[in-house]
């Protein structure tokens, strides 16, 4: 009787390799660069002070305060990480708003939201 040999289908590639998450957090801004597939590059978004918030249909730029909720992980509320889908706290023209992030900080470079 012959072993069988188990083989792979083809090498593992660097493309598969992937990163760790970039976790952004609340800090003065700091963006690192990634290259991405097809030598196009990804902004990681390490920290930031920063969110470009939606209000009532216009855009305007507010300083986040908190982070109020992040569906993400219960960790990442405790220790105030911004993903996609977090609810944060941010001051616009003194008015303290709670808004939802739209856009993804570790692969888009920057903090967009929504008034919810």
């Not at 083989?7 to 598969?16: E, I």
């Not at 290259?35 to 920063?50: E, F, H, M, P, Q």
Request: glycine share 10%.
């Amino acid at each position: 009787m012959y072993h069988r040999v188990k083989t792979r289908a083809h090498k593992k590639r660097k493309m598969h390799q992937g990163s760790m998450p970039s976790e952004t957090a609340i800090d003065e801004k700091i963006v690192r660069g990634g290259r991405a597939r097809g030598g196009n590059v990804k902004k990681r978004l390490s920290s930031t002070v920063y969110a470009n918030v939606l209000v009532h249909g216009k855009p305007e730029k507010g300083k986040i305060l908190v982070v109020k909720d992040n569906p993400a992980s219960k960790d990442y509320t405790r220790r105030n990480i911004i993903t996609k889908g977090a609810m944060i706290e941010v001051d616009v023209g003194g008015k303290k708003i709670h808004a939802k992030v739209t856009s993804r900080p570790g692969q888009d470079g920057v903090v967009n939201a929504k008034v919810m």
